[in-house]
């Protein structure tokens, strides 16, 4: 037989479509060539692959070789293809069992010495092998992650002779283990001493999935807060971890399976480029805001980042998703993260400061202001004042403030309800569902219009009021939302009528 396939997984976003190695051995000159858009890593594999036979001991047939990676018109990237290829080679020219191939997808890099090295993106590949109920083979260094998808017979393997004897029966390789998943919330709320209006704002968000904005003077425990917001989220769903990890496998950042279950935090420098937010480049790769998924995005010193780089926000901030084009292909990331962001009132930071130290003018104080657009604070639902506190609340024997254990059971008491009346949290409420639960009495209504125009808010901005008002009644228990509900709600948005 001088054709042999076998099956492995490409990489394009966080999907991982089938790709059919074939391999042909024919008459003529000996060569070896691949075909089906490889990029150079994959070209290259055909030097990798040949040591590796060789250091393995099997013979390299002095024939025409042909590898054609199908479908030809998507692109392949990396050395995951390396154990294919040499699989299919070897099977060609008969020294592997051609019967053993079917039903089984392999990835992995090989060295020279026919070593399996791990590869990127393998979470998202044994997932797939799994809804296609086929069995993995993957480096050892994979091993763990691919058991994350615990639906898939993955097998892990540290050489290429390990591979060839399984495939002839000589050998059983081990299973791929997942870790025991570790359970860190992270810095608990009990260390933010004072702030009442601000910790009562971050329950809110981590109640209904809503975007913060934390304004206030340097040194006011705005970073101190926002670093708080994960241990207050509910401990992530299956599914949930699983998107949150397929997409921290194909980042090139790596993954820790043991921390697969935690939401992430991330917190880029203002520095950061636009790319460097929504993912992009070349090969495209999640951003910032693909690798906050499921978890908490937090952005500090807002006005201080290029314009462009916040305004590529607004539509995933909207969608959740993040579409990536460039002209060789097309990549989507999931981006369906939480917003929180901190911002001095000022340039110099202390306007508003009872100790009137802020030498900024009007004008100085509205430029800077101006930097955020209003399209984007109109999506942002809370935006709250965090003052600086007097020396006497920051004594070290001073009580601690509420733990973050006590505020999380109100918050998945909350979001309990919302799952039960809608299957996603306030924040994410369609209009229909947002007309249906969010009723107000005539006098609540009129309230609610009076406010908006007085703070001359859009319509996007009135109907995030009411999520914020159902958020803030769930937390209460209550069926309907109330004045004192409704109230405090405006209350969360008095910041756009200073923007």
Request: aromatic share 2%; proline share 7%.
């Amino acid at each position: 037989m001088n054709l042999a396939v076998v099956h492995s997984r490409a990489r394009t976003g966080v999907r991982a479509p089938d790709v059919r190695v074939e391999v042909h051995l024919g008459g003529g000159l000996p060569s070896m060539s691949i075909v089906g858009l490889p990029e150079a890593a994959v070209r290259e594999s055909k030097d990798r692959v040949r040591a590796a036979i060789q250091c393995a001991q099997f013979e390299f047939p002095q024939r025409r070789i042909t590898v054609n990676l199908a479908p030809a018109d998507l692109p392949k990237d990396g050395g995951r293809f390396d154990l294919p290829i040499a699989l299919g080679i070897l099977a060609a020219s008969g020294q592997v069992p051609l019967e053993a191939l079917r039903g089984v997808e392999f990835l992995g890099e090989l060295g020279l010495t026919g070593e399996l090295r791990a590869v990127e993106g393998v979470l998202p590949a044994a997932i797939a092998a799994a809804d296609a109920g086929h069995r993995l083979v993957v480096p050892a260094g994979n091993g763990a992650e691919a058991a994350l998808a615990g639906r898939v017979e993955a097998r892990t393997a540290r050489t290429l002779l390990e591979v060839c004897a399984m495939l002839a029966g000589q050998k059983t390789l081990p299973e791929a283990v997942a870790p025991i998943p570790t359970r860190d919330v992270g810095p608990d709320l009990a260390d933010v001493r004072g702030q009442a209006h601000a910790r009562r704002a971050l329950e809110i968000a981590a109640a209904g999935g809503h975007h913060l904005l934390l304004v206030g003077p340097p040194g006011c425990g705005k970073t101190l807060l926002a670093s708080r917001l994960t241990g207050l989220l509910p401990e992530a769903s299956e599914d949930e971890a699983l998107e949150s990890a397929a997409i921290a496998s194909i980042s090139g950042r790596g993954l820790d399976p043991a921390r697969w279950r935690q939401r992430p935090y991330r917190s880029p420098h203002h520095t950061a480029s636009a790319v460097a937010l929504v993912g992009g480049g070349a090969l495209p790769r999640p951003g910032e805001i693909s690798l906050a998924h499921h978890g908490v995005l937090f952005l500090d010193e807002l006005p201080e980042w290029d314009r462009h780089a916040l305004e590529v926000l607004r539509e995933p901030l909207e969608s959740g998703v993040v579409t990536v084009s460039r002209a060789a292909r097309t990549a989507e990331f999931p981006a369906r993260f939480q917003l929180v962001a901190a911002m001095n009132p000022c340039p110099c930071g202390w306007a508003g400061d009872p100790s009137a130290r802020c030498r900024c003018s009007s004008d100085a104080i509205r430029r800077y202001r101006g930097r955020i657009s209003g399209p984007l604070l109109d999506r942002i639902d809370l935006q709250v004042e965090v003052p600086r506190l007097p020396p006497a609340e920051l004594r070290a024997n001073a009580p601690p403030g509420e733990p973050s254990d006590a505020v999380r059971a109100r918050v998945e008491a909350a979001r309990a309800l919302q799952h039960a009346r809608g299957g996603i949290t306030n924040a994410r409420m369609p209009q229909a569902l947002l007309n249906a639960t969010c009723v107000l009495s005539a006098g609540d209504q009129a309230l609610l219009e009076r406010a908006v125009d007085a703070l001359q808010l859009s319509a996007r901005s009135m109907h995030r009021i009411l999520r914020v008002a159902r958020t803030i009644a769930d937390l209460a228990g209550s069926e309907s939302i109330g004045t004192a509900h409704l109230s405090e709600a405006i209350g969360y948005r008095r910041g756009d009528a200073q923007a």
